[in-house]
């Protein structure tokens, strides 16, 4: 599997996203995903996770109640919807599988994407 990120950019505080993750490879519909973004200047951290199925998901208490994760097996995809975007929400956001999931612990990730930035202005 090989994943593919995209639909970052810059985007004012308050707005909306939404981050695509295009897989290639037979096996992505027994895999969960996970979102996981790295500010600047700081560790990468994780954001979310869905499992293989689609049924169970996990949030970072930072981002609960804005962003919904969500995975699409027929079309091979999964999507990141990020709204009430803040200023803090800025960070390279990569996409990762690997496993049937929904962890939230980069080590349990074996399959990352190339990452897509995300800028909120004030």
């Known amino acids: 599997v090989r994943l593919v990120e995209s639909g970052g950019g810059l985007v004012q505080a308050e707005n909306s996203l939404r981050l695509s993750c295009a897989a290639s490879g037979p096996e992505f519909g027994r895999y969960g995903v996970g979102w996981f973004r790295q500010p600047p200047g700081k560790e990468r951290e994780f954001v979310a996770a869905i499992g293989w199925i689609g049924n169970n998901t996990n949030y970072a208490d930072s981002v609960k109640g804005r962003f919904a994760i969500s995975k699409v097996n027929a079309e091979k995809k999964a999507y990141l919807q990020m709204n009430s975007l803040k200023t803090e929400d800025t960070a390279v956001y990569y996409c990762?599988?690997?496993?049937?999931?929904?962890?939230?612990?980069?080590?349990?990730?074996?399959?990352w994407g190339q990452g897509t930035q995300v800028t909120v202005s004030s």
């Open positions: 990762a599988s690997g496993n049937t999931g929904p962890y939230t612990r980069r080590q349990y990730y074996t399959i």
